[in-house]
């Protein structure tokens, strides 16, 4: 399995970023998959999840309204749109796969979001 992010900067308040995540080495399209952030000093947390082929998709209270996940099956590749964004949205971002037990990631993006 691996993950790729890519998409992270520097953006002002109120900008907008698009993330990446290029996946191989599994049958990607099986498979759910996550977005997830850590912040300087804090524990990594989940962000978004998008069902394998529904597309059904789900956020957490902090970013619903501002982000969206999206996926490209046929690229193999899962999306981080974010808008609006804000101070407290900096920090690395990461792509999640679970399989079973066990959790895929990437090596994460920094996402800053200062003027």
């Known amino acids: 399995v691996q993950l790729v992010e890519s998409g992270g900067g520097l953006v002002q308040p109120g900008g907008s970023l698009r993330l990446s995540c290029a996946a191989s080495?599994?049958?990607?399209?099986?498979?759910?998959m996550s977005w997830y952030r850590q912040a300087p000093g804090k524990e990594r947390e989940w962000v978004a999840r998008i069902t394998s082929t529904s597309g059904y998709t789900n956020y957490a209270d902090s970013v619903k309204g501002r982000f969206t996940i999206s996926r490209d099956n046929a690229k193999k590749t899962v999306y981080l749109q974010m808008n609006s964004l804000k101070p407290e949205d900096t920090a690395v971002y990461y792509c999640n796969l679970r399989i079973r037990i066990s959790d895929y990631w990437g090596q994460g993006t920094q996402v800053t979001v200062s003027s």
């Open positions: 080495g599994f049958t990607f399209s099986n498979y759910a």
